[in-house]
DNA sequence: CTGAAAGCGCTTACAG
DNA sequence: CTGAAAGCGCTTACAG
């Protein structure tokens, strides 16, 4: 039981309990090595008691960074969290209420943040006008429109994972294929969309403009895209949807249509989440690294904050193709 | 650019590069009201420019927590987060390898965290006297066993969940239902299983030994478990399983044994994940409200972190029945 | 408004 | 091993 004290203990005051000088509760506070064991257990106790926190910290040990989501809504937003604690780095979580915040770079400093990582977020002037002020590096992950050039940030190869995706439709026989995209100004649907055109065009298939539709990357937009997609009167044989979360909502337009997957209609992902497997039938899907995207940034990040200069400001990692059971050869 | 300048910016050398006294920089660093306009803004400007930290921190003032997972590998792990974050702490986040280390309690006061949040977690008796001997409060969400009676705790009704699970299937009319559970040690999986021996004693059927069986909470679990459920002689008509990632486990097996959801087989799972409504079709679900859980146990870290007292060592959050797609009555 | 002076919590080099 | 002494980075009450 701790003796009645006033205030937070200080050295000082540990010291007077424990009988000892000063300098010597330092010592064992820092886990200096000269000190008796008979003392070092003895002031180490009446820390305990007093439940003694130093006022002062270092700062300079900790690597006490934000992360920055836009919402902590997605399955999404773990992948890359799990790569960014996996880079070495004192992870605070933040959501986007922080950022509105007018002065959100003053509460990252005040609160001893050696920097930040944000995480598919639009980087207003001001931002970048108080970032440079107060010279707290910040890396984007996927961001949603161009950064500046100075500003470092990490995406994915979104434009060969587009390519990917239509090359093994095209591959499997498909002709039709829709296309659902995701909020027409985010870089990276345009990058996915483009990568798309180029693989029909590449296998001489002409893209029509009724195919190619845009919806949110959740959920609801890919089934109301798609619902409308197999309203059509010559409806696609396949669809690529531009998020997993979408195309589980594709899926369920095919049920509710009576159609199976892949039997009636292809659906090919972007992301590759956990759940891409446990989908009924697993969703064929491109791999999207987020959490090596996280660690990614995690690492250059841990670079600025050391103040090494960075190799690149920007790093696009590979998508890949991860082929499961959502895609068949067309049907006749 | 900043001048050349040897160690961290510090008061005293803003100060001579200010030409202004060493006080007069800490209240503009502090935001007193006493400063010139004009002095304040020259002031500022160079505090900008050498990118001033102050040395020591008012760790009375910020709320630093850690949450630490087991993993950081599942979509229940954000859900809990997002409580958490919403609960007014700052949340750093942790996994397991942290914790495992020898002095995680002694790495959480030197980091200047106030509390710990610890996720479906087994604290050892060491972990519990050390963290007594630090003071550091501790508020364990959903554990793995039963914690100490010292030890404060969230979880969710997990027995009135498995209840309602169960129920919803015998007013559908089944008769042959299955449960898929966690693994046996887990205190949340017993609960679950205890609910649904209830509702099946209520309803005056009786508990068949081979209808009850046990796996991970993954996917696998339930994918694995169905299928052995599925090729008994007379295999169940419902499946209540332990977790929706189970759930969408004992789909898939359905799926590939021909067998159609709802239609030939009733799906219920547990926890209402955000893609419990994704699946084909939507997964009927005991909804355990796990940001609620997570902002719970914020708050109650909050209020011990502040000394007070709380008012129960034990919260239990409810869980409700969520009916969507994936239960109907049995065939004939 | 400004800053000299006192003071606080802590660390460190060093004498014993 | 221990602790007196010097010193560091910072804050604050107060004289001007």
Request: glycine share 8%; aromatic share 4%.
């Amino acid at each position: 039981m701790p003796p009645h004290q006033l205030g937070r203990p200080t050295l000082a005051s540990i010291a007077a309990a424990a009988g000892v000088s000063l300098p010597t509760v330092s010592k064992v506070v820092n886990g200096k090595a000269d000190v008796a064991p008979a003392t070092r257990a003895h002031v180490q106790q009446l820390l305990d008691a007093h439940n003694y926190v130093p006022v002062t910290r270092r700062p300079a040990e900790d690597l006490l960074v934000d992360v920055v989501f836009t919402a902590l809504d997605s399955p999404w937003a773990v992948e890359i969290l799990r790569g960014v604690t996996e880079s070495g780095l004192e992870v605070v979580v933040s959501s986007q209420s922080r950022t509105s915040d007018v002065d959100w770079v003053q509460a990252l400093v005040a609160g001893g943040r050696r920097g930040a990582l944000v995480v598919t977020s639009r980087l207003t002037a001001a931002d970048q006008r108080r970032l440079g002020r107060s010279k707290l590096p910040v890396v984007v992950i996927d961001p949603v429109d161009m950064p500046g050039q100075d500003v470092p940030s990490v995406g994915a190869t979104n434009w060969a994972g587009g390519l990917a995706a239509t090359e093994h439709l095209v591959e499997l026989g498909h002709r039709r294929i829709a296309v659902v995209g995701g909020p027409q100004a985010y870089l990276c649907s345009r990058a996915r969309i483009d990568g798309y055109r180029a693989a029909l065009e590449r296998a001489g298939i002409a893209v029509d403009p009724t195919l190619v539709v845009h919806g949110t990357f959740r959920h609801q937009g890919g089934y109301d895209q798609a619902q409308a997609l197999l309203a059509l009167p010559d409806p696609p044989t396949a669809i690529f949807a531009g998020s997993d979360e979408q195309a589980f909502g594709v899926m369920e337009a095919a049920r509710q249509a009576g159609l199976s997957v892949p039997d009636d209609l292809s659906v090919v992902g972007f992301d590759d989440l956990p759940m891409a497997r446990w989908s009924s039938p697993p969703l064929t899907t491109v791999c999207q690294p987020l959490a090596d995207m996280g660690r990614m940034a995690g690492r250059m990040l841990h670079d600025l904050v050391n103040g090494r200069v960075l190799g690149s400001q920007r790093m696009e990692l590979a998508t890949h193709l991860v082929t499961r059971a959502s895609t068949a050869p067309p049907r006749r």
